[in-house]
């Protein structure tokens, strides 16, 4: 199988679990607005969200190490059962710091259940790279399925039939990530891994030397990600939060294909050895920015009347928020795209100092922004946060010279970016304005595809 087939079937494969499971989720947006008031949903996305950025903290990030190392072909019970380790200890510290957690003003009145989806969140994160790595991604993807539907059947319940508010909805994510733990544990046998003799300190120390600058990474990706959230609910209260938490499930849309792509992509670079300087890498990225390109187009021209489609009368101007949010997830994931670079090369620590100067861009401006312009400000700063760290990324890589077709690309990029400002400041976006934005981006990728399949016909004639 070529490269392009791998890749293709992988991304396949995850997609169609991952794709389903995600979309589910999504599904769930509108109806957590009809259960939940705006702040009550702002406060159980920061707890949720607060999770988040605690499990790679506590797990040193160690399940990162886990799949990179098991990619590189080293004994997987060594591998598996040396990061276990960290997982009991994350376990331990818990324990110590429960006199201080159960007075943050924000966990203290879930503080059990929030330390339980802590735990299961970090073990389903280890079981989920080790199974990936294992290169079982059909059991991977009927995993994600199965628990995005125990999600939505626990939220029924919790939410619509007990009315049990963000208790609810923590009750539903603590048994849907643990059903994903154990269907992992027992589905791909990750059981038979575990051994504390084959428990290794040297290869320990050399995944946590790999993974520990994740750790800040994923906390700086965190901050462009979610530190507007907690910077809105100091200046504007919860209700805002709440609202910003709706526009950014929208982009989210793009965000699973990117999830789905990254995690297949990230299998065939690192697995293949694939480098930046490889033809295969540039003309990958051109049929992946072809596609976000189209996707995001097709987003903001739904925007406005979805929104009132979906949501309740309170989250209905959530739409104008969105256009920003959208083309801060088209930049995260042309990151990511190069962030597979840093992690084939191993280069973890510069990968950290890309995410450092985006993080910091962006917190300034949401500190900026946001007591003048509301939560407008807050995806302003996102969005310039995302650019500068894509554009170091692209510098430090060398990218600007390999990116492909680059006047089509460009005149793409500032096609969305004005579209985008126009969406989100005027009252009624006019139709025939939207189109003219659509049809000349339309045209620019048309333009791609053209010359792309010419170049490849004219390499297959050279062979």
Sequence with gaps: MNRYKKLGWNTL?????SMGSKFMIFLLVPFYTFYLTPAEYGQADLLMMS???LVPMLTLSIADGVFRYTMDKIDAKTVFSSAIVIILLMVVV??????????VPLIQDYYLIFVAILVVQAVSALFQQQVRANGKLILYSIAGLTMSVLLFVANLI?????HLGVA???YANLIAFGFNALCLFFGAGLYRLFSFRAINKPLLRTMLLYSLPLIPNAILWWVMQVSDRYILTFFLGVGATGLYTVAAKIPSLLSMINTVFFQAWSISAIGDGIRKSDTFFATVFTMFSCLFFV????ILLIVQPF????????YQEVWRYVPFLLIAVLLSSFSSFLEVSYMAEKKTKQLLMTSLKGGVVNVTLSFMLIPFIGIMGASIATLVGFLITWLIRMRQTNFFGALEFKKAFWLSMTLLFLQSSYVAFIDMPNVFVQAIFAVGLV??????????ARQKWRRSVVK
Excluded at 307 to 314: I, M, N, P, Q, T
């Design 168 to 170: 609810g909805f923590l």
């Design 295 to 298: 996707a995001t187009e097709g």
């Design 307 to 314: 929104a009132g489609a979906l949501f309740s009368s309170a």
């Design 94 to 103: 818990l324990a110590m710091l429960t006199p201080v957690l159960q007075w």
């Design 51 to 53: 999770i988040s950025i």
């Design 13 to 17: 494969v995850i997609g169609l679990g």
């Design 443 to 452: 045209a620019c990728q048309f333009s791609i595809i053209r010359k792309a």
């Design 158 to 162: 919790f939410l619509k039939y007990l």
